[in-house]
């Protein structure tokens, strides 16, 4: 079992940086891929960022809509998750989720997760 509750979310101008954290609690963290999704109102749930953590090293993907902006990276011994957000957009508004799972190469999949955080809001004003 995995817990997670996502932190650093708020309100910030367009052209701002904010960085979301996943605080993970368990002992089986290190063994689950991470993602990072995004879901805004009336839309689905959409894929941010992922990282793996296997003994060859740490291989990380992005969406097609965050690459170059966003950085995600992880600490398996604090336990912690991180996302990076710079350059931020309007749409990039949304409530984001933390999620980990078993790594897969559906990696962009939401139900390839099993644990999820709360969720916390991002809101960018133009």
């Known amino acids: 079992q995995v817990q997670l509750v996502e932190s650093g979310g708020g309100l910030v101008q367009t052209g701002g940086s904010l960085r979301l954290s996943c605080a993970a609690s368990g002992r089986t963290f290190g063994r689950y891929a991470v993602g990072w999704f995004r879901q805004a109102p009336g839309k689905e749930r959409e894929f941010v960022a992922a990282?793996?953590?296997?003994?060859?090293?740490?291989?990380?993907y992005y969406g097609d809509s965050v690459k170059g902006r966003f950085t995600i990276s992880r600490d398996n011994a604090l336990q912690m998750a991180y996302l990076q957000m710079n350059n931020l957009k309007p749409e990039d508004t949304a409530v984001y989720y933390c999620a980990a799972g078993y790594y897969s190469s559906n990696y962009y999949r939401p139900r390839e997760y099993d644990y999820w955080g709360q969720g916390t809001q991002v809101t960018v004003s133009s």
């Open positions: 990282i793996n953590w296997s003994g060859s090293g740490i291989t990380t």
